[in-house]
């Protein structure tokens, strides 16, 4: 094995690395290209600490490149260039692709093309030229507090009945993403200061504060809970740790069952908690450590969210958040 960029990449791939980056006609096949795709994938997971679904949406955007120059017969480095990502462009605009995603794509590629640069693989990265396309600023999709109420409410007090609502009360009491609340551990759980342990982006770890009817709702789930040797909160029929799906398909049935006509999934309830939580305290600063945003920017968005009805529907009801 080689040490390439800080990290193991088999020897063979090397060889063909350095023949693509030296050889007059810069050709590569397809196995070359994976190599380097996979390679790329290792680079953000060890060196820069990717967030799995960050790393998987690099890892997609990539290989449905990939099959863009198959399709075109393209077989040298030097084919690809700004009119071959305008193509690429053109093709995903035609497929009713959104603007968030074509600037996903772009974005990507560019990433990538500056590690090949950067690895001496290429020379020049073709993606910089490309004008990004303008994403017209939508507002996160929200649920009103009535529907959450009845999503939230006990009626058969079955384990079934209480591993959704305690999904939904930590979902919105805590405003977890859907990875975050799949990755909870029993062990996560201080009940006696009412916090929970939460692995966020990148690894970095945040404590929020769980509310005396969420810790209600948790000890009734626990009492009927599977006994296994898994350390997880939440358990499917094998008794192993819940799937991203399985969450998003509990949250939607919930909605049903309950009669809410509305397609609701997981990250609904955690713009919901946003905008209640901003709507009440005015502080930006501290709904950006409550979501856990690395940047500030990405909490801005809810201040363009006028929810005042909901403002005092939260403040008279949301002690879930409160000790």
């Not at 006609?25 to 290792?42: C, G, H, P, R, T």
């Not at 640069?117 to 999709?141: C, D, G, H, M």
């Not at 799937?243 to 509305?262: D, Y």
């Amino acid at each position: 094995m080689f040490v390439f960029d800080s990290f193991k990449i088999p020897c063979r791939f090397i060889l063909k690395c350095k023949d693509m980056a030296n050889h007059e006609k810069n050709k590569y096949d397809q196995e070359i290209i994976m190599d380097l795709i996979d390679a790329f994938v290792k680079y953000l997971d060890v060196e820069k600490n990717y967030a799995f679904n960050t790393i998987s949406s690099y890892k997609r955007d990539l290989l449905k490149f990939h099959s863009f120059l198959i399709g075109k017969n393209i077989s040298k480095w030097s084919e690809i260039d700004s009119d071959t990502l305008n193509i690429f462009v053109m093709e995903l605009r035609h497929r009713n692709t959104s603007g968030k995603s074509l600037k996903r794509y772009l974005s990507s590629i560019r990433v990538f093309f500056n590690y090949l640069i950067e690895n001496n693989i290429i020379q020049k990265n073709p993606a910089l030229s490309i004008k990004t396309p303008k994403v017209e600023r939508t507002l996160p999709k929200t649920i009103s507090f009535d529907n959450l109420t009845s999503m939230m409410t006990l009626n058969t007090h079955s384990y079934k009945e209480l591993r959704s609502v305690l999904m939904i009360e930590l979902l919105y009491s805590c405003g977890l993403r859907v990875s975050e609340l799949v990755a909870i551990d029993l062990v996560d759980f201080d009940l006696n200061e009412g916090f929970v342990k939460v692995m966020g982006k990148g690894g970095k770890a945040r404590f929020s504060p769980v509310g005396e009817t969420t810790i209600s709702v948790l000890k009734r789930y626990l009492q009927k809970r599977p006994n296994c040797n898994s350390d997880a909160l939440f358990l499917n029929h094998k008794n192993i740790r819940i799937s991203t799906r399985t969450v998003q398909n509990v949250v939607k049935n919930r909605a049903l069952e309950v009669g809410i006509s509305i397609n609701v999934h997981p990250h609904m309830l955690r713009h919901a908690a946003a905008t209640h939580f901003l709507q009440s305290s005015h502080d930006l600063r501290s709904v950006q450590e409550f979501l856990g945003h690395k940047s500030i920017k990405s909490t801005q968005v809810y201040t363009h969210l006028d929810f005042l009805e909901l403002s005092k529907v939260y403040d008279e009801f949301h002690p879930r958040a409160k000790k």
